[in-house]
């Protein structure tokens, strides 16, 4: 979701993030994608608005099915102003909006379409839809390839140009830069590197108490901590795969989603058909 607040509204120009009353930083959208840095993206929330935020969200793939086939899909879903006035009877907040902006609150979304998400970035903004065959073969027999399209075969999502580069620029210094949040991920192999974003999926608000005590996730029961979230798309120059893998209460993107992630892009890069030589 800080893709999407990016995209909705949000300038690549940089902010300064405030903390209290401590101006810290001046930090563009770039890296603050890079450092996973929240502060900004409640500021991006904001300017951009919760109806500006929905409709990118939507247009990634966010609270509504994919259509890809699996019995049982979820939609996910996304909150709005009137969902949450007619469900609490409290009308939408501030805080609301930034939640939203991060993906966070009442926002629910499936690992596919966090995978949707990252291939729509990574082909430049198209609305690329997920199937479930492309291609078959045997259990010994090489795999195919599969054609390449030279002109995108779906429509534009109609994304500004800078902020898409933006995202992605960002997206790629999460996994390859030193100070990234998954540079620990990386794939090393030339011309294979993946792009993308770590994330965090709160299941339980630490207490005031817990907090006095430093109480960290390590220390709360298994089925207390966090879920850890990574989507990304590879190979950075061109991208061809999109991966997403949540692990149920993992605590931390970078540390256990990413680099389930690295080892499923690595392996099908070494094995795409379009790699060997013609």
């Known amino acids: 979701m800080k893709e999407a607040a990016a995209e909705s509204g949000m300038s690549v120009a940089a902010l300064t993030v405030v903390v209290g009353s401590l101006a810290v930083a001046a930090i563009n959208v770039t890296e603050a994608l890079q450092h996973s840095c929240d502060v900004f993206f409640y500021e991006a929330a904001k300017r951009a608005g919760v109806g500006q935020i929905v409709q990118a969200a939507a247009k990634l793939g966010f609270g509504k099915l994919t259509d890809v086939g699996l019995p049982e899909e979820s939609p ?21 909006t930034y939640n939203l902006g991060i993906g966070q609150g009442d926002m629910l979304a499936t690992p596919l379409q966090l995978a949707v998400m990252a291939a729509r970035i990574g082909n430049g903004g198209y609305e690329v839809k997920p199937h479930l065959t492309a291609a078959t073969t045997g259990a010994r027999a090489p795999v ?27 997206m790629d210094l999460v996994v390859n830069s030193p100070s990234g949040t998954a540079f620990a991920s990386r794939i090393v192999e030339q011309g294979m590197a993946m792009a993308g974003k770590t994330g965090t999926s709160q299941v339980k608000r630490m207490t005031e108490a817990e907090r006095d005590r430093k109480v960290s996730q390590e220390q709360l029961p298994w089925h207390l901590r966090h879920h850890a979230l990574f989507c990304a798309y590879a190979p950075v120059a061109s991208p061809r795969y999109a991966c997403a893998v949540v692990v149920e209460h993992g605590m931390g993107g970078s540390r256990t989603a990413a680099p389930i992630v690295r080892d499923i892009l690595l392996q099908v890069q070494k094995v795409d058909p379009s790699r060997r030589a013609r």
């Open 76 to 96: 996910g879903f996304l909150p709005t102003p009137g969902w949450t006035l007619a469900r609490t009877g409290r009308p939408w907040t501030i805080g609301n």
């Open 144 to 170: 195919r390839s599969l054609p390449v399209q030279s002109t995108p075969a779906t429509p534009s999502l109609s994304f500004r140009v800078e902020n898409l580069r933006a995202i992605r620029n960002g």
